[in-house]
């Protein structure tokens, strides 16, 4: 998933993809190896090329972030990829054949396309349920839905693929 952040007025496009038990993370084009676990709320521990970092986010009442690790601080900007349609990044959207992830664990409630079926970026694919809230899974990209791996009342595990689209 694509995200555009502002860290201390710096512009930075960050990609994350979630692989087996790490996190791959694209800054701005370049790799980055990475593992991060929530060690107690807001506080992160994170393992960037073989360097650990204990990262503390605090929320601000403007919305954005504040980062802290040792000394430094940071302010961080995230701006959710779903609002990148309006904005004018309105023509980004992934390349390639895309699995469709869990985010979360929860229950399938809705199925809202079929295989083969044509979609548009940021179409709704299926409906997830997690703790009482329904998630709506959309598409990355325009494309066909190549295959669809789960069944309306099928649980889910976060990270779990769900379908392919191409």
């Given at each position: ?15 994350l993809e979630r692989d087996a038990n ?145």
């Open positions: 998933m694509k995200f555009e952040v502002v860290i201390n007025s710096t512009r930075r496009i960050i990609d790490a996190w791959r993370i694209s800054l701005d084009g370049e790799v980055v190896d990475a593992d991060a676990v929530e060690i107690a709320p807001n506080i992160f521990s994170i393992l960037l090329n073989g360097k650990s970092y204990e990262i503390r986010v605090t929320p601000t009442p403007t919305g954005s972030l504040t980062l802290q690790t040792g000394r430094h601080e940071f302010t961080a900007e995230v701006t959710d990829p779903r609002a990148w349609r309006g904005r004018r990044h309105g023509a980004l959207e992934a390349e390639g054949r895309q699995k469709i992830l869990a985010p979360m664990p929860g229950k399938i409630i809705r199925v809202l396309v079929q295989a083969g079926e044509k979609v548009e970026a940021g179409q709704g694919l299926l409906v997830v349920e997690a703790m009482k809230m329904q998630n709506e899974i959309r598409s990355p990209k325009g494309g066909t839905v190549e295959r669809l791996l789960v069944k309306e009342g099928q649980p889910v595990n976060a990270g779990e693929v769900l379908a392919w689209i191409d």
